[in-house]
């Protein structure tokens, strides 16, 4: 028994040695850039080390020591490729990889993708190894239009990047080019409902019967759909069953920040972060507007309620402030939760308050130093920072999820450069797209 016991700690030990050995050192004095750079290179690295091996495309989780096991570790998860192939673009201009590097792993992705389960051209939430459809739950087992969507929204930015390459990377393109005209965003309307619905299984049809209708993080659903050259669906889906006929619409204020959209339907109060980010990686809220909201000023006034929210701490959290502030869809102490305002259970996720850099720079930033220099390893680690933490509860995690990690590198580069959002905004069939659902926009 006894040796049993040594054995084990002895194991437990070896863990966190190898933990400590992956943590990159701390650096002290950095500049705004350097360190903005440093946090994107390490994050990125989620994607490039730290990627499924045969398909090279994001693992839905990892988890750096073996203390918490992670099952999904080798599963890919759609959604956050999406956000990874971004992530690849980023490092090729920062210059953490080449351009050759970076052609060359997503050229193995996109291959994999063509060849991987699809469903009237839509992919799974999970993906196996084997491209074969992992279910993300006993009755989601076929096509997902929303990380489709997320997908797709990450590889458009990959067109356009390599269209005017050499030889090589134009087909490349025109490979992207041929897969997005497979998704049949018709399809999922139901039968020709004005409405779109997030899945469909070919073993048991539409009984997940999830119409999928806002405010939430599904607009880039509709704005692909309204885009699709060859699968697009009428303005009157976009109006009548993502708007409901003006629902989404309500009017009030929260810390003394006005909000237009209704959250999944609430009058009066607002959802996670990543409602804010998600749909915003390619498509550019800058100067976005349509006949529901100015998406700049509703997304910035989203992301400063919960700033203000987290000064002002009504829960009495350990830890809350100009620091360490930010609620979304993350780990958390009781298994997975979207944190929100109206979800606060003291548990904070890095990626809220970083992949919000556009709308707030300098909060954003802040709270980038204090991680970093004050709280260090307890957050930091191989792949950057961690998922979630808590102070209350003295929680602090090694994991990471793919779908948090990618939105890291894309927004903070969107504020630094504009670099995801040119490239997406520079399709032709978005613009088509948006301009038939009403909106404006800044090419």
Known sequence: ?????????????????????????????????????????????????????????????????????????????TGAAGFGVMSILVAIERKFITREQGFERLQKSVNFLEKADR??????????????????????????????SYLLQGLLCVRQYFKDGNVQEKALSAQIDQLWKEVDFDWYRNGGKNVLYWHWSPRIGWQ????????????IMYIMAAASPTHTIPA?????????????????????????LAHNGEKNNVGPLFWAQYSYLGLNPKGLKDRYADYWQENTNHTLIHYDYALANPKKFRGYGANSWGFTASYSVNGYTAHS???????????????????????????????YEDMGDKVWGKYGFYDAYSETENWYPKRYLGIDQGPIVVMIENGRTGL??????????????????????KK
């Open 341 to 371: 305002p109206s979800n606060d259970v003291g548990v904070i996720s890095p990626t809220a308050a970083l992949a919000s850099y556009p709308y707030t720079p300098k909060q954003s930033m802040k709270m980038i130093r204090h991680l």
């Open 236 to 260: 009157e889906v976009y109006h009548e069953g993502w708007a409901k006929n003006g629902k989404i619409n309500t009017n009030f204020s929260l810390y003394g920040h006005p909000i237009k």
């Open 208 to 219: 997940m019967n999830f119409p999928v209708r806002g405010y939430n993080e599904c607009l």
């Open 420 to 441: 995801l959002w040119k490239l997406f905004m520079s399709c032709p069939e978005v613009q088509t797209g948006l301009t038939k659902l009403g909106f404006t926009y």
């Open 1 to 77: 028994m006894k040796l049993l016991y040594t054995l084990a700690l002895l194991l437990i030990l070896s863990n966190c040695n190898a933990q400590q050995q992956n943590t990159p050192a701390i650096k002290k004095n950095l500049s705004d850039n350097q360190l903005l750079t440093l946090v994107e290179q390490q994050t990125f690295n989620y994607f490039w080390d730290g990627a499924e091996p045969i398909s090279g495309l994001a693992r839905e989780r990892y988890h750096s020591d073996n203390i918490y096991p992670s099952n999904d570790k080798d599963v890919i998860a």
């Open 119 to 148: 469903f009237h051209g839509a992919w799974s939430h999970w993906i196996y190894p084997s491209g074969k459809v992992k279910p993300f739950g006993r009755n989601d087992d076929g096509g997902d239009l929303v990380e489709t």
